[in-house]
């Protein structure tokens, strides 16, 4: 399959999945559980209207969630509070697997969503989201109901505020445009079909995600791509326009520290597949900027992507979900 | 109280599981509509979002009709026909930000008070109805209006009075703001505008060519002096006024917003009539163009104080704990009125900084809106409302 068909054949529009009691009826038929995660840290502005919507919409009148769950990683701001006022379930990311040794970062609440959470499909949705909808989440619900051969969809978001007519750019956002394509072109050319491999919204099957590694940091988004890219090809991904997303802005210094994190994952990944065996080890150091009274001085911050190892080696995931030991040997990535 | 209307809200104030519910759908609701923008005459998108919710409740007759109305009705078995009215359009155009937060006691975001609450009321109407068993015999006309502030003058809410075939048993007009709130009765009103404009030609050596924010400085101060009495209750409101655009440059453009409020019809004419002659006088002693225009007009009328739907609306609020607050109108019900339609406007909750960026509303007190507005649907049905 040529990029351009994948394109053709895998791309959807949430509207294609707009009729949600067709969708709650096929996802019925075919016996699918789906829980959504959102991970958190200091979302209060957000976080209930999220809970609101999703709880009314897609478990209250449309049943197409079966739970779900905020998984927080210690905010100071009452997020926890706002979403168990509104009914949702959530939990401390260090309260689960409480065993294991504790890390703090985005892709930690989602390793552990695999745990707590209980579908066969798990979509997970960032919460600084200002625009929220149904739509965030059945858009990417629809192609795992309807196409068992997909395994991840991701979203993306293009819808012009303004724009006439005849061709137009169409793509991600900084971070993306500058280094996750062109780094994907020059190495994974049909990665770079992803319109945004770096959008925090994406619903992917549980057997998957079991048996992928999660970078706690920048690198989720990336790794997750990468490996399952390796594992099983594009006609496992599927990528859903669900309009617009209106966010946060990161200022240019963060999305330094985003690409450095990106960076760390994919080049690690280069030399796990062995395409680049002489690599020497990298640095954590990222190095930027600032001018205090005029003097130039260096800001140090380091930075590493540790990463938790695919969910099936854990021995507790799989007395939960009665795997038996010898389905962790399918995993491919191990801790690092 | 009629024993349906205690028995619901009995129940409605009981079973906590089912508020839940209804509660998450209504903040649903309100979420989606609040941000939708509608400002006055640009109202299709947020009619569209109440028209989708409306099909998702599987109502019949869902459509924006040709003035931009969201229309849905939940049919009865009668010929009775209870129109509930919320007022789509806003005051805030596309480039505010319309984004809504949700607190465990409260909604923030511009407008949501004033309609939204209202307009997700009526959305969410039909899931009430469904989870509480209650059919009613009349047809609710469920009804987000277009047209309705400002310059829009209840247009659409007229339009559909105007021409719709079969006769309205009764309306209530859903607010979002304040619970309490009865209003069966409108007063007179005249909203106009004062445009002040400098012509290119103006000769700024001339006597008193101060500029546009003196010189409607000194109309206010005029308009200010006209006598308004006590009783019969009278007021003049001056809403809002725009001018000038820096430190440093006399302003050639300037606009007064205004309402002359009276419970006499005459007493808003006199009035109109003074404070157009005062932009006259003005005219010629600046030389600038200063021009009224009369934008909306409502004559003063409605129900009497005992009339049945007035009676039992005060009953139910009694038994609710809540204080009437007898307010006259000059919104939707003037349309009402006009048509000899008994109808009443309620409130749903208590909220703050209205008309601001950050309005907000409270989500306890709803609960005891709904009941209202529910308590009256029984009523209207009931037929314990008619006017013998």
Not at chain 1, 190 to 215: H, K, T
Not at chain 1, 275 to 282: A, E, F, G, S
Not at chain 2, 151 to 164: A, I, S, T, V
């Amino acid at each position: 399959m040529t990029t351009n068909e994948w394109i053709k054949t895998n791309t959807y529009h949430r509207s294609d999945f707009e009729d949600l009691q067709t969708l709650v009826n096929e996802k019925e038929k075919r016996g699918l559980t789906i829980s959504l995660c959102i991970p958190t840290l200091n979302e209060a502005k957000t976080i209930g209207k999220e809970v609101v919507i999703f709880k009314s919409e897609l478990m209250n009148r449309f049943p197409l969630l079966d739970e779900f769950a905020v998984i927080d990683s210690g905010s100071e701001d009452n997020t926890l509070e706002i979403a168990s006022s509104f009914g949702a379930d959530t939990y401390l990311a260090s309260e689960i697997l409480p065993n294991l040794d504790e890390k703090r970062g985005k892709g930690e609440n989602l390793w552990k969503a695999i745990y707590q959470l209980k579908g066969d499909i798990i979509v997970y949705i960032d919460a600084d989201i200002k625009n929220i909808h149904p739509r965030f989440v059945y858009g990417l619900i629809g192609p795992l109901i309807y196409r068992d051969e997909v395994k991840y969809v991701k979203a993306f978001y293009d819808r012009p505020l303004a724009f006439s007519e005849g061709v137009r750019p169409s793509g991600g956002g900084r971070v993306t445009e500058i280094l996750t394509r062109p780094l994907f072109s020059l190495f994974f050319p049909e990665l770079a079909a992803i319109i945004q491999p770096l959008s925090g919204e994406y619903a992917v099957r549980r057997e998957v995600l079991e048996r992928i590694s999660f970078p706690i940091g920048y690198g989720v988004e990336t790794s997750h791509l990468l490996d399952v890219y390796h594992e099983l090809g594009m006609s496992a991904f599927a990528q859903t326009d669900l309009d617009q997303r209106v966010h946060r802005n990161q200022e240019t210094r963060s999305l330094g520290k985003m690409s450095f994190g990106i960076l760390q994952t994919f080049l690690n990944r280069m030399k796990t597949y062995g395409l680049m065996n002489d690599m020497p080890d990298i640095n954590t150091v990222l190095h930027q900027f600032q001018v205090r009274e005029n003097q130039f001085e260096m800001v140090d911050q380091n930075i590493i992507e540790y990463e938790r190892p695919p969910m099936i080696t854990i021995p507790e995931y799989r007395e939960k979900f009665s795997r038996d030991e010898k389905s962790q040997n399918t995993g491919k990535n191990k801790e690092k | 109280m009629n024993s349906k209307i205690s028995d619901f809200i009995k129940r409605f104030h009981e079973d906590r599981e089912s508020y839940s519910n209804v509660l998450e759908t209504l903040l649903s609701s309100l979420i989606m509509i609040s941000e939708t923008a509608a400002p006055t005459f640009r109202e299709h998108n947020r009619a569209r979002c109440l028209v989708n919710r409306y099909m998702s409740s599987n109502l019949l007759n869902c459509y924006v009709d040709e003035l931009g109305n969201a229309l849905g009705i939940i049919p009865g078995k009668s010929d009775r026909n209870i129109l509930l009215v919320a007022h789509l359009d806003t005051f805030f155009d596309e480039k505010v930000d319309h984004t809504v937060t949700i607190l465990p006691d409260l909604v923030k975001g511009a407008a949501v008070a004033d309609d939204s609450l209202g307009l997700a009321a009526l959305a969410t109407l039909p899931y009430i109805l469904e989870t509480y068993g209650i059919e009613p015999e009349a047809n609710i006309i469920l009804m987000g209006s277009a047209r309705s502030l400002g310059r829009g003058d209840l247009e659409g809410l007229r339009f559909f009075l105007d021409n719709f075939k079969k006769p309205i048993t009764a309306g209530v007009c859903i607010e979002g703001v304040k619970l309490g709130r009865l209003s069966y009765s409108s007063i007179g009103m005249l909203r106009g505008e004062i445009n002040y404009r400098v012509p290119e030609s103006y000769d700024w050596t001339k006597f008193n060519s101060e500029g546009a924010i003196i010189n409607m400085n000194d109309l206010i101060n005029r308009i200010l002096e006209i006598p308004t009495p006590s009783k019969p209750k009278t007021s003049i409101v001056l809403g809002s006024i725009e001018a000038g655009t820096s430190y440093n440059t006399i302003p050639t453009r300037a606009k007064l917003k205004f309402e002359i409020r009276s419970e006499s019809d005459q007493l808003v004419e006199d009035i109109a009539h003074k404070i157009e002659s005062l932009t006259q006088e003005m005219t010629s002693l600046s030389g600038a163009h200063v021009e009224f225009k009369h934008l909306a007009r409502r004559s003063p009328g409605g129900t009497d104080f005992s009339h049945p739907l007035n009676l039992i609306g005060r009953e139910i609020l009694t038994d609710l704990k809540i204080n009437t607050r007898l307010t006259p109108s000059t919104s939707e019900l003037a349309a009402f009125i006009d048509k000899a339609i008994p109808a009443v406007t309620i409130g749903l909750t208590d909220g703050e900084n209205m008309g601001e960026e950050d309005e907000s509303i409270q989500i306890q007190p709803i609960k005891k809106g709904l009941s209202l507005l529910v308590g009256l649907i029984l009523a209207i049905d009931g037929g314990y409302t008619f006017d013998n």
